[in-house]
């Protein structure tokens, strides 16, 4: 699998796109930052939005994006936004919900509309474009998932933002993750505000996988917050038994 990396910052700031990664140029996991990292063509290619929670830096560019599909007058084109129930009623209730956006759910029409919401069940795997993919929940502060993808022998785990979250390494003990996709936002120095907002630090996150049975084998940090990058950075290389990387915009991972 083919994972490029369109947003992987926890703030939005010039040179630092919000959260997105894209599976297979088809599949999208979160939609913080796509519109700015897509020209038009490579956005009308995409078909599926994995949603991990309905925080805004997860969310904000469903819109913009399902703006420029119509716009581009393809009116075959259908992008089908997944997430737990909880996050599919707070993206209708307060996302496209024909106040602060078009509600592109009914738009043309409800039969075939650009946007369909459709609500997946936790611990359900369901298949998609060749992958296995399955809801786990994970710790934050609104109700939220991460995502285990598997393609043949290949297995990746996507975790959103998430605090602590030990139930959900007990879920995943028994699988050798090829990758861990796994927020990072805080320094340790900072500790008390991951822990209230429901975050990560580098002591957090390792303490925290511990619970896994077997270390994965690659480790991608994202959702640092830019202003700390440096500290988080030099808390990370303290502990030397992962092999871990720090993602960019624009890294294409290739798992
Ligand atoms: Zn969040
Ligand atoms: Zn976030």
Not at 58 to 83: E, T
Not at 137 to 157: C, D, E, M, S, W
Not at 170 to 180: F, H, I, K, M, P
């Amino acid at each position: 699998m083919k994972v490029k990396v369109l947003g992987s910052s926890g703030s939005d700031l010039p040179g630092h796109n919000l959260t997105s990664f894209l599976l297979d140029n088809t599949i999208l996991f979160d939609a913080g930052g796509v519109t700015n990292s897509l020209n038009l063509k490579e956005q009308q290619k995409i078909k599926y939005i994995f949603i991990t929670h309905a925080h805004f830096d997860h969310i904000r560019d469903i819109p913009f994006l399902a703006d420029n599909i119509i716009i581009s007058g393809n009116k075959k084109l259908q992008i089908k936004v997944f997430s737990i129930h909880e996050v599919i009623e707070d993206i209708k209730k307060h996302l496209l919900n024909q106040k602060l956006w078009p509600d592109f759910t009914v738009i043309p029409n409800e039969q075939d509309s650009l946007i369909k919401l459709e609500t997946i069940n936790l611990h359900q795997s369901f298949e998609i474009e060749g992958f296995k993919i399955t809801a786990l929940p994970v710790n934050h502060t609104v109700p939220a998932v991460g995502y285990f993808i598997q393609r043949g022998k290949k297995f990746l785990f996507y975790t959103g933002d998430t605090g602590p979250t030990k139930k959900t390494w007990e879920l995943l003990s028994n699988v050798v993750l090829d990758a861990l996709i796994i927020e990072c936002s805080f320094p340790d120095k900072m500790r008390r505000i991951a822990k209230m907002t429901g975050h990560l630090t580098p002591s957090l996150l390792f303490k925290d996988i511990e619970n896994l049975k077997f270390p994965p084998k690659k480790i991608y940090i994202t959702h640092l917050k830019p202003f700390y990058r440096k500290f988080i950075e030099r808390d990370l290389q303290k502990n030397k038994n992962y092999h871990l990387e720090i993602l960019r915009d624009g890294d294409i991972l290739v798992i």
